[in-house]
T-cell receptor
Framework: DVKVTQSSRYLVKRTGEKVFLECVQD?????MFWYRQDPGLGLRLIYF???????EKGDIPEGYSVSREKKERFSLILESASTNQTSMYLC??????????FGSGTRLTVV | GENVEQHPSTLSVQEGDSAVIKCTYS??????FPWYKQELGKRPQLIID?????GEKKDQRIAVTLNKTAKHFSLHITETQPEDSAVYFC?????????????FGTGTRLLVSP
């Protein structure tokens, strides 16, 4: 069974902390994505990557950065967490031309 | 860029009824339209998808139709069951050389009452 694994299911962080969200896929997919999911807003794309060390901004990249040093791993970094970054974060991966496989999500609360 | 609108935001039906969720997209070059189902507390999962060279696709009780001229596509669920209760997301993308960056609708919460 193909898998996308997000390292944490729940996280609570303090304002101003640097936060790392990790995502690992075992499907040898080229493409990886980070979305945030908020009620009434659907899934909004933060960053994506189509190859190792490649990254592209999505629709809401402000306050975030990413790292993709290995094909299977895509990390989302909140440089200085703020309360408006409290959300559900979903990682996904895909092979060219196919639909996404999502991870289980990380619910981040910033206090 | 692409914009996807989804309606309704909530939909309540009785078990056995049909349910229809509609989406419109703005980019006429979009060519891939998947639908995802997200049960409470779980990850979104792909349930059906359609490409722009096809007008309709069925898989048991679910079907998707695509009208490229009007730039809209719909999810149809027949003989609904309580386990169909979930949030459904439509999405669209333009994959030219194979890279698919999906733009999602805002979701429809479907409640099927026994």
């Amino acid at each position: 069974d193909v898998k996308v694994t997000q390292s944490s299911r729940y996280l609570v962080k303090r304002t101003g902390e640097k936060v790392f969200l990790e995502c690992v896929q075992d499907m040898d997919h080229e493409n990886m994505f980070w979305y945030r999911q908020d009620p009434g807003l659907g899934l909004r794309l933060i960053y994506f990557s189509y190859d190792v060390k490649m990254k592209e901004k999505g629709d809401i990249p402000e306050g975030y950065s990413v790292s993709r040093e290995k094909k299977e791993r895509f990390s989302l970094i909140l440089e200085s967490a703020s309360t408006n970054q409290t959300s559900m974060y979903l990682c996904a991966s895909s092979f060219y031309g196919d639909g996404y496989t999502f991870g289980s999500g990380t619910r981040l609360t910033v206090v | 860029g692409e914009n996807v609108e989804q309606h309704p935001s909530t939909l309540s039906v009785q078990e056995g009824d049909s349910a229809v969720i509609k989406c419109t997209y703005s980019d006429s070059a979009s060519n891939y339209f998947p639908w995802y189902k997200q049960e409470l507390g779980k990850r979104p999962q792909l349930i059906i998808d359609i490409r722009s060279n096809v007008g309709e696709k069925k898989d048991q009780r679910i079907a998707v139709t695509l009208n490229k001229t009007a730039k809209h596509f719909s999810l149809h669920i027949t003989e609904t069951q309580p386990e169909d209760s979930a949030v459904y997301f439509c999405a669209a993308s333009r994959g030219n050389t194979g890279f698919q960056k999906l733009v999602f609708g805002t979701g429809t919460r479907l409640l099927v009452s026994p």
